[in-house]
């Protein structure tokens, strides 16, 4: 799950996301949207009850959900995502899962953890319907991240809970 933690201003709402910006991200960054794409699963998977973060299947749904953007650019992309991961094989288990995964297991590996912070923020806002987020800032993601260093045997997702803004 690698991927950089930032505080981005691409912070999306999953719920008013449509393809065209999802298609304007990929042709600007000549790649399909990573951290947009982890925000929007981690949401989806809080809406129906999913645990568990699966970087398996990620890049089929970033890429099944571009072709079906190409077509209707005007649809918002989390239905279309929902789609789409319905027809995935459902992980039973990985480290990284909402429910289960302590700050420790970021704290030990922080490269393959960074892609989990992503999603857990998607799938935090998606279970609590709320914009508050570590994402908003430097300053909240730094707050998150030195709260896990104090507290690794906490949950990512209270530790997260705590700073998100």
Not at 3 to 19: H, L, R, T
Not at 54 to 71: F, G, K, N
């Amino acid at each position: 799950m690698a991927q950089s933690v930032q505080a981005a201003s691409d912070k999306i709402d999953p719920d008013k996301y449509i393809c065209a910006e999802y298609l304007t991200t990929v042709s600007i960054e000549h790649a399909p949207p990573l951290f947009e794409g982890l925000q929007i699963d981690g949401y989806v998977a809080a809406k129906t009850n999913a645990t568990v973060a699966d970087s398996r299947i990620l890049p089929s749904m970033l890429l099944e959900v571009y072709a079906l953007c190409q077509s209707q650019p005007e649809a918002r992309v989390m239905p279309l995502w929902q789609q789409v991961r319905s027809r995935m094989p459902v992980a039973k288990d990985s480290l990284w899962r909402a429910d289960k995964t302590s700050c420790a297991a970021y704290n030990a590996d922080p490269n393959d953890g960074s892609g989990f912070v992503i999603w857990l923020d998607g799938y935090i806002r998606g279970k609590h319907n709320s914009n508050a987020s570590v994402l908003n800032s430097d300053i909240d993601l730094n707050a998150f991240f030195e709260g896990c260093k104090k507290t690794p045997s906490a949950l990512m997702q209270d530790v997260m809970r705590k700073y998100a803004h």
